[in-house]
Each structure stands twice: as C-alpha cells, then as structure tokens.
C-alpha cells in the first residue's frame, strides 16, 4: 500500500487577509477547496491512506473530507498543539504510518499545484535506492525556495534553504515540496519539538552522507503561497494547464457553478471561476479571475487576474487588475484598482475613490 503525509499546518496557512477564518488549503481553487485536488492526485497515482498533519484550524478538515471515503482514501487528522515546523509534523504523524522500516513513503507541501508523475517520483526512489527522493523543478528566481543542487546522477550534493546572499544562489533547481522517505528516516527526526526538515533534516542527512536523490520534473508547478498565486492557480485548473482529476466538469475558458448567475452579455473568459451564488452583472468582463461564494461583480465593472472574497461586491464600471478584495468588503462604482492591492475583508471603499487613469 502507499500512503502519504501532506502537510497543512504552520505559520502561513491562513490566506491573509483575504479570508481570515479560512485556511488556505480549504479556500476553493476551481470550485473545491484546494485541498481536494492535491487529495485526488495522490488517489489517482495509487495512493490510499493520507495522514493530514495540521496545526492552525484544524477543526475544518475533518468535517469537510471525514474519513476520505468520498475520493477513495483513508484519511486521518493529526492536530499539533503548536506549530512543530515541517520535520516535526512529519515525525509527529509517524505512529499512524502502516508502512514498514524499508517502504517508501510519499510526503507533500499542502500549498502547492503541480502536474508531477507521482509514480515516477516513487519509481525513482526504488531505482535509486535513496534514503529521500525530492522532486525538483526549475524556476527564474529561486531565492523564496530551497536550493537543491544535484550531481550528473541526480544525487543531491547540498540543500540551501531560503538563500541569503547570492553566492548561495548556486542552482536554479529547486525543492519542489513532494518527497518520498524511506519510512526508518521519518522515525530518526527528533521528537517533541520543532524541526524543520529543509533547515535540519535534510542538511544533517547530508552530511552523515546518506543518499538524496533529486528528480527533476519540469511539468506544472506553482507555490499557491500568495493569493495572486492562487488565483493564477485557480485559473490553470480551470483552463486545463494544470492537470486535476477534481475539477468539477469539463475543462475550458471558465467555470460557473451552477447556483450562480452571469449576465447574457457579461463576458467569463481566462479561468475565471464563478462561485457558488456569486453573480456578475450585464456588460461585465472577468478574466482569470476567482469570484468566491456569493462575490457580486456588477453591471459594465471590469475584473482581471483578481481575486474576490466570499460576499465582496465590487460596484459597477469599476475596473480591477491584480487586486485581492477581501471577504465582505465592498468596493464601490468607478473606482480602478491595480496590481498589488488589497482590500481588507469588511471594508468598503467609497464611489470614485482611487483611480490611476487621468480625470475625463
Ligand atoms: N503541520 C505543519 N506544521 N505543517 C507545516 C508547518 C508546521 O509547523 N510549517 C509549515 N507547514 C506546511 C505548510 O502548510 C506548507 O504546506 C508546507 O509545510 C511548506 O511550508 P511553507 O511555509 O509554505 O514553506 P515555503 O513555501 O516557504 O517553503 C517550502 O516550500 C518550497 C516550495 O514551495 C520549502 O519546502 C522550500 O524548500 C520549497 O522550495
Ligand atoms: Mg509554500
């Protein structure tokens, strides 16, 4: 049997300050909380029990996926008290893995999209004999990640989290967030307390010269950390670039769901999702953007690449790009907002209040 750890605690899980009760695995991404793709993925490649290791909110999980009967899975919760970091919580959930000393098992970053061949990561750790398997991919500007640079084998050779000056930016090549673990490593992690498994573990393996071998896999991959993230996330779902076997319906250049309502004349294009409730008026333009439950856009306004919160209104003729509006908030007519903004859930910005385009 494979079975999994995934990882949806710690510090950043909530997507400030756009939802602030929601964390962000369950915020929807594509219409089910994004959590459920990552969930159907690993069912699909053959995966059947899912311990999920939690720490902020966890009381929301389980009511939501119970049992994992629902995708075909065996799920389990496990609550830490406090934030054990990444290393911790893998340990933490050691005593409900079923696998023996010598079995592989799979462990992923609860925050991230990507289109890797599971299977081919858990064949490549069998191949390789490695003690942790790390998928890695390729990205222009590797400073927010762990560094993982690897020899002509594929063997790891150093692992650089987070690097701070830029003789440390050694490799473009880095961690990936989906691991496979040889299950006697997972029980060498101390207990009780804090560990992160970029910072300590893997560098400390390292150095006691076990064997990590990377994978590079250039297929999708996006680190939902941001809400931009996420709703560039949400789109490619959508759009089909990102593969998930949890979307609801077909593919294609948006999704409606079906309590929602759209204007005849509105335009739905780039991803957009239209959540359950939510509604965009006559003459509007939405283009890869995520209207979450009971969002109002209103007649002629104009929202691109832009996420809105569950019950935010945005008024009509105004035009949105690259803005995240809070849960609740209410962004009144003919304001125009750019790249980077952020409305605070609840708050409400007057008629004509910011604007960037010259008076007419
Ligand atoms: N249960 C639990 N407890 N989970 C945690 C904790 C914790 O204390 N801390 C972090 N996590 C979970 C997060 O929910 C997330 O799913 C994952 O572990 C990684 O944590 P992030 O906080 O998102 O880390 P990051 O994005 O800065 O960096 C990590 O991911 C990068 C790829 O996106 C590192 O693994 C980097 O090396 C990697 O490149
Ligand atoms: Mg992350």
């Not at 959590?35 to 720490?55: W, Y």
């Not at 629902?70 to 990444?86: A, C, F, K, N, W």
């Not at 560094?147 to 989290?161: C, K, M, Q, S």
């Not at 999708?220 to 993230?229: E, I, K, M, R, V």
Request: net charge negative; glycine share 12%; proline share 7%.
């Amino acid at each position: 049997m494979t079975e999994a750890i995934l990882l949806v605690g710690g510090k950043g899980t909530r997507l400030r300050p756009l939802t602030v009760n929601t964390p962000k695995p369950m915020v929807p991404a594509a219409g089910v909380p994004f959590l459920t793709h990552q969930l159907a993925r690993a069912k699909a490649a053959g995966v059947e029990h899912i311990v999920l290791a939690t720490s902020y909110l966890a009381e929301v999980f389980e009511p939501h996926f119970g049992d994992g009967s629902d995708l075909g899975l065996s799920l389990e919760y496990v609550t830490e008290e406090e934030p054990l970091g990444t290393g911790g919580a893998i340990r933490n959930v050691a005593s409900r893995l079923h696998s023996g000393p010598d079995e592989p098992v799979l462990i992923f970053n609860g925050d991230i999209l990507t289109g890797l061949d599971i299977r081919a990561l858990v064949a490549t750790h069998a191949d390789s004999g490695a003690d942790v398997s790390l998928h890695l991919t390729r990205v222009e500007d590797p400073r927010a990640f762990g560094l993982v640079p690897t020899d002509e084998t594929g063997r790891v050779t150093a692992f650089l989290e987070k690097p701070q000056t830029p003789e440390e930016i050694v490799t473009d090549q880095i961690n990936a967030g989906a691991y496979v673990f040889r299950r006697s490593v997972i029980d060498s992690i101390p207990t009780g307390r804090p560990v992160s498994v970029e910072r300590e573990t893997f560098p400390e393996l390292l150095a006691a010269g076990a064997h990590l071998q990377g994978m590079v896999d250039s297929t999708y991959w996006l680190d939902l950390g941001t809400p931009q993230a996420f709703v560039r996330g949400s789109a490619d779902l959508v759009l089909g670039r990102a593969p998930s076997p949890a979307v609801p319906g077909r593919c294609g250049d948006r999704l409606i769901l079906p309590s929602a309502r759209v204007a005849p004349d509105a335009k739905v294009t780039g991803g957009t999702v239209v959540g359950a409730h939510a509604t965009v008026g006559e003459g509007a333009r939405v283009t890869g953007s995520t209207l979450l439950a009971g969002a109002t856009v209103e007649p002629g306004a104009v929202v691109t690449d832009s996420l809105i919160g569950a019950g935010a209104r945005i008024g009509a003729r105004s035009v949105l790009t690259g803005a995240v509006i809070g849960d609740g908030a209410h962004v009144g007519p003919d304001n125009e907002l750019r790249d980077g903004i952020r409305i605070w859930c609840d708050a409400t910005l007057p008629a004509g209040t910011v604007r960037f385009s010259s008076d007419q």
